[in-house]
Each structure stands twice: as structure tokens, then as C-alpha cells.
């Protein structure tokens, strides 16, 4: 009984873990991690409007913060955050065969083929992290799979996504 207690509990873990987003990321091996302390967000580029830009930049914060970095004026690290989004269109096709007609459901009849489309937006986060000394991009991480038609769903994953965007910061010493 302990042994299938086990396997259920590992296998709801498992499904848990799946995450809606695409997320990824890529760094300087040069850079030297470590020695940075100290961060500030830049959004010059950020185009969104004042509630969502609340939601990522105080999100933001909140995992830098966590990673053990602190707002400064005179940063190691400047962080620039962009946003995006494009327009996604879902083809559905349906193709009954045999499931209408003589025969208890199966067996000779006529189906329908249905097609139909979906469109909808996808929005996408992307986080560089420059070195404030050189200039140089030393990280970069990059979420798409925002529900940007659905207000709701877009409050729930704007936090999810800028958690999984860095959990990949810094590299090599994931969790």
C-alpha cells in the first residue's frame, strides 16, 4: 500500500512540475558571477501599460532580491527589461470516422470533418543583465507562453514566468 502511495505521490509531483512557459536563457562564461551585488532596473524599452509594468518590475525586484542582489544607484548590474508579444493562430481539425451511424455507435455511417481556428496573443518576457562596467551583456533570459488576451491568467503569470526565467540566474547554481 506504501509502495502505490508513493507512486501516486511521485507521479502528481511529476505532472506539478509542467510548466505552460517556454524558458531559456544563455551567459557570458566569462563573467564572474560572483562579484556582482548590486543592480538597476532599466525600462526604457518596456511598452506595456502601468499595471503590468508594476507587476514585472516588482516581481523582478523580488527574485534579484532572492538571488541575493540590491537595488543601487551605482549598480554592477544594469537590468533591462523588454516585453513583446505576436499573434498565434491554432488550426484544429477533427475527422470522425465511424463514430456515427449503424451499429452501436461504430460501424457504418457519416462523419463530419470540422476544421476551425483559434487566434490569440502570446506575450514574451526577455531580461538582460549587462555588466554596468564594461557594457556587456553577461546574461540573458528569455519567457514566452503569456496569456496576453486574458487579464486574470496574465496576473497569475507574469509572477510564474519571471520565476522561471531566473531560476536560471546564475548559471550553474540552480537549486
Known amino acids: 500500500m506504501k509502495k502505490y502511495i508513493f507512486i501516486l505521490l511521485a507521479a502528481s509531483l511529476g505532472l506539478s512540475s509542467c510548466s505552460p512557459f517556454k524558458v531559456r536563457s544563455d551567459y557570458a562564461q566569462t563573467a564572474n558571477f560572483t562579484s556582482y551585488k548590486t543592480y538597476k ?9 502601468d499595471i503590468d509594468k508594476d507587476r514585472i518590475l516588482n516581481e523582478l525586484s523580488k527574485q534579484l532580491q532572492m ?9 554592477d548590474l544594469i537590468v533591462n527589461v523588454k516585453a513583446n508579444h505576436k499573434k498565434i493562430t491554432d488550426i484544429n481539425n477533427t475527422n470522425p470516422y465511424g463514430m456515427w451511424g449503424w451499429g452501436g455507435g461504430f460501424g457504418w455511417g457519416i462523419g463530419m470533418n470540422r476544421t476551425w481556428t483559434t487566434n490569440y496573443n502570446e506575450g514574451a518576457l526577455i531580461i538582460d543583465l549587462v555588466d554596468a562596467r564594461s557594457q556587456k551583456l553577461v546574461w540573458q533570459g528569455i519567457g514566452s507562453g503569456i496569456s496576453v488576451d486574458r487579464p486574470k491568467a496574465k496576473q497569475k503569470q507574469i509572477p510564474q ?15
Open 67 to 75: 538571488k541575493g542582489l540590491q537595488a543601487g544607484e551605482n549598480p
Open 161 to 175: 514566468i519571471l520565476a522561471e526565467i531566473m531560476a536560471n540566474y546564475p548559471p550553474g547554481m540552480k537549486k
Open 41 to 49: 532596473i532599466r525600462i526604457d524599452d518596456l511598452k506595456l501599460n
